[in-house]
């Protein structure tokens, strides 16, 4: 009887404790870096009436996020003066209600505010006002088809380069928020836009 079996050769099996320097800088580079906050604490409030004045009076902070510790429940706010969706404000402020003695502590984050360099960075989103001036300027013409609009538009971006053409979506955003006082109905598929009579 012949014996068919190959002999395979298996690495050397290493734990953790025995990587060499140059092999633990990979793992830990690996995993995903994270960033590290110092945060300081600034004020402890006796109750939670005291923490709804000073909030008050600072309208630049707006609830971010909460969740239960050991410690207490923790609830963090963001800075306000950029917005939610993009880009944040690296300083960041949350409460502690101690479970223990029931006071709450406030801490701040010891960077500064950085919402002005987010904001001149940030580019606007949306329909800007010349093309809200063309689109108007078209349906004060009397053209009511989204087709025939978005066609002008076309043909005077050529000329003028501040003039974007909008999605369907924006477009459809943008005629819904004209409302004049004398109406008129205009049809843009199932859109119901009323606008001033001529």
Known sequence: MEDNSELVQLEDFRSEESLSESEEEVVTSCNKTRRARSWVSEEVYEN?????????????WSLDKSYHSNA??????RCNLVKKRGPQCEKVMHLQYNSINMKIIRFETTTDHTHEDISTNQTKQGINKETKQAIKKQLDQGIRKRK?????LKIES?????IK??????????????KPPNYMNLYFGEITI???KM
Do not use: A, C
């Open 48 to 60: 939670n009436e005291q923490v709804n004045e000073w909030l008050k009076l600072n309208t630049f």
């Open 72 to 77: 207490g429940r923790k609830v963090f706010y």
């Open 148 to 152: 025939t609009i978005i066609e002008n």
């Open 158 to 162: 050529l000329t003028n380069p501040n």
């Open 165 to 178: 053409i909008p999605t369907d979506r924006q477009f459809s955003n943008h005629i819904q928020t004209i």
């Open 194 to 196: 009323d606008l001033v």
